[in-house]
C-alpha cells in the first residue's frame, strides 16, 4: 500500500540546515506523491502530546535560508523515559512511548522521519523496534555521528568560528596578546580541528588529545622567540588536561541543568596562562553563534539531498534506517548499527597530521 | 616653515579601522606633500623607548580591509604615569613625558598623530601642552567621544552585534528560549541599543538607564502570553539593575587587572531570569569578536576621511586639535575642549524614542 | 479627531530597508496608538486598484533582516498618468488620480505613508495638493534625495559593492588585470565613490565628473612603472567621458524599455582599455546584487528611525512633508519644497577631497 | 637523496584556497624536512624565464584568508607551445620546455610542485614525461577534473553564488520579475547546480543537459498561475538550448581573445524570455566574484591537506602524481591517468535527482 501521510519532526539541539531537510521532504513528498504532510512540534514533545501544523508547499517557502527549524525542538524530550515536573518541585520519569505510538496512529501516518541528534536517533530506534514505520535523518553540529561522512549544520559552525578566528587574529596581533576562542564538541574536536586549521591557528585543543600544559605553552614561547608574540589558541569545549579530572566537570554539568555556563575550559585556560606567562591572554566562548543563522550553501544542499533521499527511501518501504553521506553518494544504515558509536577525529587522520605538519600544536 | 617628517602611533584598544586612518594619513602625505613619515610601535610605549619603522606606500599597500592596526598598540602605557613591573612583583609610576618629548625631538618629528580614545586623547592634549604640535583622530568602539556624530569601528561592532543577534534569534525561537547577547559598552549603550534596534530585540539594557528586573521579567512574560515565548535580550556590560550597587563592578575588576572576564552583567542576568521563570536563558557574551575583523564600508570611508583630513590640517598647522565628524563634514575641535567628556546615549534621543516605539523595553 | 486607519505603501525599484519601515510603522501604529494598518499591494497599482492587505504584528514579525519589500512594488505606475496596454499593442495613458482618492476613501484611511524615491515623492506631492493626509518616506539606493542626509539602502548597496572590490582586487593582482566594477548611479556616483574609497580602488568615474580618457589612461600605466601592473577600476553606470554624447544613452534606453541591459560604460570602458594597452581587461556589472538581500545594521536602524518618526508626525497631523534625516536628527521637510531636486556629490565635497588625497583618479 | 629544494608554482585562472596550498607546502617543508622554498611567479611563464622568489615563514604569514596566489599566475602560457607576440603584431609559437627544464636545473630543485587545472596538469605531464619529478595539485572552480572529490576554490564559489541568489530572490519577488544568475561552468554544471540547489532556484540550467525553451518558459507560467509570479533562473554560462549551434559560442570565443564578454547566455535568455512573456527579466552575471576573496574554511581546510600530502608525498618520491580527495582520506593519481578526462555532472546523480525531486525545472 503507497504512502499517504507522513509526520517529521526535529529533535535536540538545533542547527543550520534542519528546515533544508524539512523543505526537501515537504517538497518532494506532495510534489513527487502526493502526499500529506504533518509536522510534529517541538520535537517528541509533540508526538507525545499531539501537537501539529500540516505543512503545505505555502509552509516551507522562503525556509532554505533560515536557521534553526520551523516546527520547534526539544533537547530534553524523551518518550520512553518523560520527566514531569510537579507542583511541588518533584520530578517523576514515565514511559509515555505508548502515547507517541497512539498519536502517530491517531494521525493515521504511514512513515515517521525523525530528523535529530544522538538522543533522537536512539528514541528512533526504540520506534521503530516497536513496530513504527521510522526513517532518521541525522544532525549534529559536532560532525560525531558514526556512518556519515558530514552532518549538515558541521560546516557552518566551522564556518561561523573560523570567522571569528579571523577576527581574533587581528585584535590579539595589534595588542601581543594570546586569543583564545572556546568552540563547540564536548566530545570530538571536530569543529575546533577545522575552524583552526582553516584559521591559521597555533595551538588546537581537542578531547581526542588530552593535553600537556607544558606543550602548549613552549609554543607561545616559542612564538614570542620568533619575534611573533601574539598566538592564537582554538579549545574545543571538552578539551582537558592530561593526567586530570575532567575540568570541565563542572561547567558540563551546570549547562545539563540548563544553568548558563561560565568558568569552561576556555577560561580556565586562559587563568593559568596568563598566571604562567607575562602575557595577556582574552578568552572568547563562542557558544550558540554556531548553532543559529543562514546555513552555508553546502549544508543547505547537504540538508536538501538528505530529505529528499530520505523521503524516497520511504516510498520504497526502507524503514528502521538512517540516511547517510558516502561521498558523493547517500546511502541507508540500518538504524540497529548506530547505537551508541560516537565518532571521534581518528588520530591518524589525515586531518590531525596536516595540523601538526603545518606546525600547529596539538598539546602533545 | 613646512612640514617634512610626521609620526603617527595608535593607542588603546584596537578596533576595525585604524589601518584606514594610517594608510590616508601615509598616501598623504607622501602623494601630495612628499613628506617622511614614521610608524611609532605599540602605541605611546614606542614613543617613550623610540621604537618605530618608516610608512610608504608600499607598508600600506592591502591593509585598509584589514582589522587591528600594523603598528600595534597598548592600552596601559601612559607616558606621563608609565608603570614599571620590577623583578620582585613591585610596579612604580614614572613620568616619562621627557622622554616622550625627546623621541619626538631625535625623531625630526614635524607633527604628531594621535589616533586613540578618551586616554590617548587625555594624553595628546598634555602633550601639546608641552608644546608638541599633534593631532589627533578619535577612536572609541563605543563611539561615546563628544565631539563626533561617529567614530570609525562602532559600525563594524553593531554590525558584528546585529549579525550575531540574527544567529541568536533563529536558535532561540526553535527552543523557546530566551537568548541574552552581552555587548561592548562600558558607560554607554550605543552598540547596544543600535543592535538591538537592527536585530529586532525585544529587550536592551543600557548603562544610561538602570533598569527594574521587574519590567524586564513582565516583557517576557508578556511575550509568553502572546505565544512567542522566545525573547531576545540586548545587554551592554556597563548595564546595572537600578538600586543597586554596580554589578559588573568585580567583573570589570578582573579585567582590569589582565585577568580574562567572566560572570559579567549577561550571566548574572541569565542566571536570575533562568532562576526567576521556568525559561531556558542562555548567555552569550560577544566580546572581542566586536574589536577584531575586517571594518565595514562605512568605517573604511570614515577612516579615510579622517585620516587624509588630519593631515590637509597640519600641513595647515592646526596643531592642538581633534578632528571630527560633523555629518556631512568634517571638522576641527580643540584638545583642551575635549577633556574628560563622555558621551552617553540622550534619554531624549530619537534611538531611544525609536526603541519605546516599536516596543523594545528598555528596562523602565 | 484622532488617527484610526493608516495605509502603507512602497513605490519604485526596492532597497534593502523597506521592511524595516514597513514594520515600525505597523508596530508604531498598533502598539501606541492602537491603529488599523492597511498594506497597499505592488506601490500605487494597489491604490488605484485597491490590492490590500491588513498588517498585524504577525505581518511583520521576522521581516526586519529581510531584503525587499513584503507589499510588492511597482516602479512604472503613475496614477496622474497610468499607461495601460491594449490587446492590439497600443498603450494609452489615463489620470487615475481619481481613482486613487476613492481607494484612500473607501478604506477609511486618514493617513497614506508613501515609502519611495523622486517619482514616488512626486505622486506624493500631488496626492498631498489634492487634500489627502500623506507622509512621505524617502527612499533611493543611489543616495540622490535632496534633504536627507542618508537614505536607507545605500549603505548597504556601498558594501555589497565594497565586498565585490576585495574580491575583484585579489583576482586582478594575481592576473596583473585591470578589473572594472560598474555599479549603480545613473545620476550621482555616491555608490560609486565611497566604494571606491573602502575597496581601496584606483580610479573612480562618476557621472559628476565627465571623464578625461588619458587620465585614466595614465593612471594605469603609472601603476604599471610602479610595478604594480594590477588595477581597479570602479565606475558609475551613470559616467561618461568628456566632450562626448552620452555613452550610456542606450543602455540606459533599452533598460527603460525593460530589455535587460548590457554593453553599459563598464564593458565600454574595458574594450576601449584592452585595445589602448596591452593589458588584460576584465568588467563585472554589479547590477542587481546591490539592491536585494540583508540590510546592513545601519540601514535597518534608518529605517526603523524613519518609520517610527513618520508614524509619531502623522499623529500630531504633520501631513504633506518627508521625513529625513539630518544626523543625529530626524525632521521633516514639506514635499513641495523637493520638486526635481536631485542631489549630486558637492564637487568640494570632502568625499572627493579624500579620494584625491590618497591617490585615486577621478579622471580628471 | 632527500630532498633539498622544492619550487612552486600556480597556473590558469586564479580560485579561491591556492594560497592555503602555497603556505601548508612551505610551512610542512620548512618546518619538518628544512627544505629551500622557491616560489616561481606568473605560473609557467616563471619556469621559462627564471623569475622566482625564496618563500619563508614570513612569506607566507597570513596569507590563508586571503584569495588569489602571491606567486601570481597565468592562464595562458605554456612551455610547450610559447606564444611570442612581436612588435609587427605576428604570434609565432616556439617549444620552450627546454627553458623550462633548464630553469628546474639553475633553481637545483629537487620537485616542482604544480597547482593548476586542466591545462597546467597537461604541462605537468609532459614536463613529468620529461623526466622532472613533478607533483600536481588539482585546482579548477568548476570542480570539473576527474579523479578528486572536490577541488578547492568550488565551494567558495557555490558560497558567492549562493548569497547571490539570496540577493536576487527579495529583489525579484518584490518585483514579480524573473531573475537570472549566470555562473560560471563552461563544460560542467556543478556551481550551477549547487548553488540553484542552496538558494532554492526555480529553474537551473546546465551544460550536461540541453535544455527545451518550452519547459523553462512552462514552469515560468506555471509559477505564475500558482499565484507566485517571481521566478529565479540559474544558468551556467556553459549551458545551450537544444538542437542548437552553441549559443554561447561568440562570447566563448571573445572571451578567449581576451575581450570581455557580454551577451552570454544569460542575457540571450533574458532577452528571450522578455519577449515570449509579459514578464519583467533581469540577468546578472556573475563573473568574477567568483573567484576571488576570502576562501570559505571549507575551501582553506582542503587547500590546506592537500598541501601537506603533496609535500610529504614528494618525501617518499613519489612523483608524477597528482594529490586527490577521496574523502575522507586523500590518495595519489599518476598524472598520465588524467590525460584530457574533463568531469561532468552524472545524469544519474543524487544532485540531479534531488533538484527534480524538489521542484526544480532542469530544462527537461
Partial sequence: MPLQRIGILTGGGD????????????????????????????????????????????????????????????????????????????????????????????????????????????????????????????????????????????????QVATDAIDRLQTTGRSHDRVMILEVMGRGAGWIALEAGVAGGAHVILIPEIPFDFDAVHAKIKERQALQAPFSLVVVAEGAMEKDCQPITQEAATTRLQGVPQFGGIGNHLASRLGRDTDLEVRCTVLGHLQRGGTPIAFDRVLGTELGSFALHSAVKGRFGTMVALRTPDLKLVPLKELAGRARQVPLDSQLIRTAESVGICLGR
Fill in 15 to 158: 542547527c543550520s540546515g534542519l528546515n533544508a531537510v524539512i523543505r526537501a521532504l515537504t517538497l518532494s513528498a506532495i510534489r513527487n506523491h502526493k502526499l500529506s504532510v504533518i509536522g510534529i512540534e517541538r520535537g517528541f514533545h509533540g508526538l507525545v502530546f499531539n501537537q501539529t501544523q500540516e505543512l503545505t508547499l505555502r509552509s516551507v517557502r522562503d525556509i532554505l535560508p533560515q536557521g534553526g527549524t520551523i516546527l520547534g525542538t526539544s533537547n530534553k524530550c524523551n518518550p520512553f523515559a518523560f520527566k514531569e515536573l510537579h507542583k511541588d518541585g518533584r520530578i517523576t520519569t514515565h514511559d509515555y512511548s505508548g502515547r507517541a505510538v497512539q498519536t502517530f496512529r491517531d494521525l493515521k501516518l504511514d512513515c515517521l522521519f525523525v530528523i535529530g541528534g544522538d538522543g533522537s536517533l536512539q528514541i528512533a530506534h526504540q520506534l521503530s523496534e516497536l513496530g513504527l514505520p521510522v526513517i532518521a535523518v541525522p544532525k549534529t553540529i559536532d560532525n560525531d555521528l558514526e556512518g556519515t561522512d558530514y552532518s549538515f549544520g558541521f560546516h557552518t559552525a566551522v
